[in-house]
């Protein structure tokens, strides 16, 4: 894309250049094109992971804009994920990021909904999860407005709804798929990974975007040092 074309390069990022970050907050879509869509979704997620890189070479008050494959991203196009569905109005999707250990975000996000939350369960769920050194998770629901069938798939990303956070953005580490019936409510708890080593732990709302991470896979450390590695920082 046009809008990623480097001008000054970034040392470690392919195709990367820093920014001013007041010029990019104030122009998101001159930078992230279509994915700084509400709708669509994944500007934010790119902006951290653009803010940890800038960081990582020692740059102030910028950030290194590149493009989603650089940043260790790939957009997930198929017509059967969350962002697809939403798009054409088929279903509504509402998510909430937490640390494992704690469930009051889970909790008050079920209730607000109307719907039952079984901590006993989710502890339990969360012990055999931290068990493969996974730390976070998603909650997930989503409402029918038709019947679609939804694919989630491992690595699939949800972002912080507001850009420029500090709070970390997630990766989910377990794949799922659901038929969510018209006028259905199906609430899902997924696993996740942190893509920002540097950021805070996540705690309230989160969205979908159509991006997948590549760095996901193995244990909470292993997708660190894969994204460390690709900033230039991993001894």
Not at 5 to 20: E, L, M
Not at 23 to 29: D, G, M, N
């Amino acid at each position: 894309m046009d809008i990623f074309k480097p001008v000054t390069k970034s040392r470690y990022i392919i195709g990367g250049r820093p920014v001013a970050i007041d010029q990019v907050l104030e122009a998101p879509s001159q930078y992230f094109g279509k994915l700084a869509d509400p709708d669509i979704g994944g500007a934010n997620a790119l902006y951290a992971a653009g803010i940890e890189a800038a960081n990582a070479e020692g740059l102030s008050d910028q950030i290194v804009v590149a493009g989603p494959e650089a940043l260790g991203f790939k957009v997930d196009e198929g017509e059967e994920g969350i962002v697809s569905w939403r798009q054409k109005g088929v279903i509504a999707a509402h998510a909430v990021g937490f640390s494992l250990g704690s469930s009051s975000d889970l909790g008050e996000f079920f209730a607000m909904h109307e719907l039952k939350f079984d901590a006993a369960a989710h502890l339990e769920q969360a012990i055999g999860w931290r068990e493969k050194d996974i730390q976070f998770g998603i909650g997930l629901i989503l409402e029918g407005l038709e019947d679609p069938p939804v694919v989630i798939p491992t690595g699939a990303v949800f972002q912080q709804p507001v850009m420029g956070t500090t709070q970390q953005n997630l990766a989910i580490a377990q794949g799922a798929s659901a038929m969510v019936a018209a006028g259905a409510t199906v609430p899902i708890i997924l696993p996740a990974w942190c893509l920002n080593p540097t950021f805070h732990p996540p705690s309230g709302p989160m969205t979908a975007t159509p991006l997948v991470s590549t760095s996901a896979g193995g244990s909470q450390g292993d997708v660190w040092s894969r994204i460390r590695t690709r900033y230039g920082t991993q001894p």
